[in-house]
């Protein structure tokens, strides 16, 4: 019983394969066009040149003016509206609108993405095109294209001011 399981299965693969060397060779050519309009066709675009279309520069004499990037770039916190309004985002220590213009910076939307569970603003840097996702508690450098944590950020410039020998508000009563 098996050995005519198997030869019947060679036998439909064998039929197989030799209807498909047959189906190859039938020159069936192309769907939707005539063989002289296929022809024409592949003529008209073997000799067509290609065509680059590059902008070229213009040289004005002028030239441009450094890009002038925005300060820093801090996402305090946020308060997400549950009946789907815009959301209220502490950017920079002013409240702003979701989907709104700050110094030079184009706010977005707050959204999940990703695996992570937590939401996240995006940000548009026109000045140089960046796109950039903040998380609350995170600062975006623009002269670095750096994210950092607002945790990291005053912690240092907390170092730096006791290396220089400031301390507190530089009120005689704290010196004492």
């Known amino acids: 019983m098996t ?3 198997v030869l019947l299965v060679i036998l439909l693969v064998n039929g197989l394969v030799g209807l498909v060397h047959a189906a190859s060779d039938d020159g069936f050519g192309r769907l939707f066009s005539r063989p002289n309009e296929r022809n024409n066709l592949d003529i008209l675009r073997q000799n067509q040149k290609l065509k680059i279309a590059a902008p070229e520069p213009i040289d004005t004499g002028v030239e441009a003016p450094p890009v002038k990037l925005p300060e820093p770039i801090t996402l305090q916190g946020y308060v997400k509206r549950s009946d789907g309004s815009k959301s ?27 695996t992570s569970n937590q939401e996240a603003l995006d ?25 950092r944590e607002l945790k990291t950020v005053e912690k240092e410039k907390q170092l730096n001011l006791e290396e220089a020998g400031i301390i507190g508000d530089g009120d005689e009563k704290s010196l004492q």
């Open 123 to 147: 940000l548009k840097i026109p000045a140089n095109g960046t796109n950039v996702r903040l998380k609350a508690g995170q600062v975006y450098e623009p002269e670095t294209n750096q994210i």
């Open 3 to 5: 050995k005519t399981l």
């Open 88 to 114: 209220t985002l502490w950017i920079n220590n002013q409240a702003v609108q979701e989907d709104s213009t700050v110094d030079d910076v184009k706010i977005g939307r707050l959204n999940k993405r990703g």
